[in-house]
Nanobody, 119 residues
């Protein structure tokens, strides 16, 4: 049974930093792409970042240069380092497991973690 458990969300000031973690279990973590979506109130869910099993990364334009996705296959964990967050980054962030030939397609989701950017 696939399980994805996010942690690390909370309140952060603009220009600060926050690191989200997603602990995975129930599948062979190292062979699957992983990533993060987010959903702000009243908005559609948006793809934020992906990382392939080989470590190749992709980001939505609005977070390039500020957010970094990484993975630790020994710990079955994927991370999202959020630097210099902006008010518009406020959202619920969801970890997902991608498809092996469709990295941006989510086949499993975590429960989400709230990130609020506020001064």
């Amino acid at each position: 049974q696939v399980q994805l458990v996010e942690s690390g969300g909370g309140l952060v000031q603009p220009g600060g930093s926050l690191r989200l973690s997603c602990a995975a279990s129930g599948f062979i973590f190292s062979i699957y792409p992983m990533g993060w979506y987010r959903q702000a109130p009243g908005e559609q869910r948006e793809l934020v970042a992906t990382i392939t099993n080989g470590g190749k990364t992709n980001y939505t334009d609005s977070v390039k240069g500020r957010f970094t996705i990484s993975r630790d296959n020994a710990k079955n964990t994927v991370y999202l380092q959020m630097n210099s967050p902006k008010f518009e980054d406020t959202a619920v962030y969801y970890c997902y497991r991608g498809g092996r030939i469709a990295p941006a397609t989510a086949y499993s989701w975590g429960q989400g973690t709230q990130v609020t950017v506020s001064s």
